[in-house]
Every structure is written in structure tokens, then in C-alpha cells.
């Protein structure tokens, strides 16, 4: 299936899923919308195949060692594991290739402790979260990370909520979100990351077509 279907399909996904009321985002912010959950088998392989496909045509121009990894909190219930890792793990094993690796981030929601398998550390590390990572959490792991040996380069993601009146988490983290959707929050409008022409997502359509 093409970069365009999986997409467009997604994108119909992600609005059926979509919820209207009063919601306390993990920004600590309020909304009327919340992102329901996308975790169905055919939701989550297509999740799976555009992360594939992006890592393949991420490899052809990037070269280097590359680590994907996630977030896993260290008390987790059954449902959190549904989880992103889980995507992501498929992913790195559907491409198969010797420069690209996959593990897991671990934070402790209390302590805010951060560890990670011991991996070379001439990696780049790109992180694969979900929308609904506790914006604090995503923070903590960023800037403990290199205190590991380790930088994050750039974080992909399904859906990328943007707010209005807030800071965007690009500004927080100072590093670059590529999402497969874009859901604006002040116009209620849900896009591919192929329909949205300016900065800093035009810079990735070619990783998307």
C-alpha cells in the first residue's frame, strides 16, 4: 500500500477516534477533544507500515547507526502496553536493517529515574512516541538521555496535537517532531504531514512519498 493511502486512511482512523468534551491533556492543559485510542489490529499495522516505510527511505539519505526507542514507564498496565514499543519493535524487525536498532526508555513516574539498555554510544537516537505521552515524562527522558551517553534527535509520532496559547513541545525540547498526522486544536482540522506545505513539515514530505 502507498505512503498516500496509509495516510489518508490513517487520517480517517485518527477522526473516527476523535472524542468532544472537557479533557486534561498530559500538558496540564484543557481541551474539547481528545485523540481516543487507536489500538486495533488494523490501526496499529498500518502505524506500523508507515514507520517502516519512513525508516527505509530515512536510511537511504541519513547514514549512520540509528536507535529507535520509546518510553515505558516502569508500572505499567495492561492496556499501556498495547504500546507504541510494541509498533515499534515491528517496525525495526520489518525493515531489517544492520544500522537501525530498537529499545526501550525506561522512566520511573515518581522519581523521574531514566535508564536504557546499554547500547554503543555512537548511535543518533530518534524516539517513537504516542499522543498521549505525559508531556513531563518526554521532557525528563530528553534531557537525562545524554546524561547517559545518549542525545535524542528527533521524535516521531502518530498525531502531533498543536495547541494555540501554549508553547509548543518543539520549543520545550528544542528538537524536531515528525509526525504521520497533525491535528490543529484552534481549527478543529486533522492533516497528513503531505498537506501541510510550511515549515517544519514540508521538510519530510520526502520520507512520506
Known amino acids: 500500500m502507498s505512503f498516500a493511502i496509509l495516510l489518508d486512511t490513517l487520517k480517517l482512523d485518527v477522526a473516527k477516534a476523535m472524542l ?9 492543559r484543557f481541551s474539547e477533544v481528545w485523540i481516543g485510542t487507536l489500538n486495533t489490529g488494523e490501526v496499529r499495522k498500518r502505524v506500523c507500515d508507515l514507520l517502516a516505510n519512513f525508516w527505509r527511505r530515512y536510511l537511504e539519505e541519513n547514514k549512520g547507526n540509528y536507535l529507535l526507542v520509546n518510553i515505558e514507564q516502569f508500572e505499567e498496565t ?6 507504541i514499543n510494541a509498533i515499534a519493535k515491528e517496525a525495526v524487525e520489518m525493515v531489517n536493517h544492520p544500522d537501525l536498532h530498537f529499545e526501550n526508555v ?21 524516539m517513537f512516541v504516542e499522543p498521549s505521552v505525559p508531556h513531563d515524562l518526554l521532557i525528563v527522558a530528553c ?22 496559547r ?18 490543529e486544536e484552534q ?3 486533522l492533516y497528513t504531514i503531505t498537506e501541510l506545505n510550511e515549515e517544519p513539515y514540508s521538510r519530510y514530505h520526502d520520507y512520506f512519498l
Not at 78 to 83: F, G, H
Not at 166 to 183: A, G, M, S, T, W
Open 166 to 183: 501554549e508553547p509548543e513541545i518543539r520549543n520545550d525540547l528544542q528538537l524536531e517532531f515528525i509526525p504521520f498526522l497533525v491535528y
Open 187 to 189: 481549527h478543529d482540522k
Open 143 to 164: 534531557k537525562h538521555l545524554p546524561e547517559l551517553g545518549y542525545t535524542v534527535k528527533e521524535i516521531i509520532t502518530p498525531v502531533e496535537r498543536k495547541q494555540s
Open 20 to 28: 468532544y468534551g472537557d479533557f486534561l491533556l498530559s500538558t496540564n
Open 78 to 83: 495492561p492496556e499501556s502496553s498495547l504500546s
Open 106 to 126: 525506561f522512566v520511573d513516574p515518581d522519581s523521574f529515574e531514566v535508564s536504557i539498555a546499554e547500547h554503543p554510544q555512537d548511535v543518533t537516537m530518534l
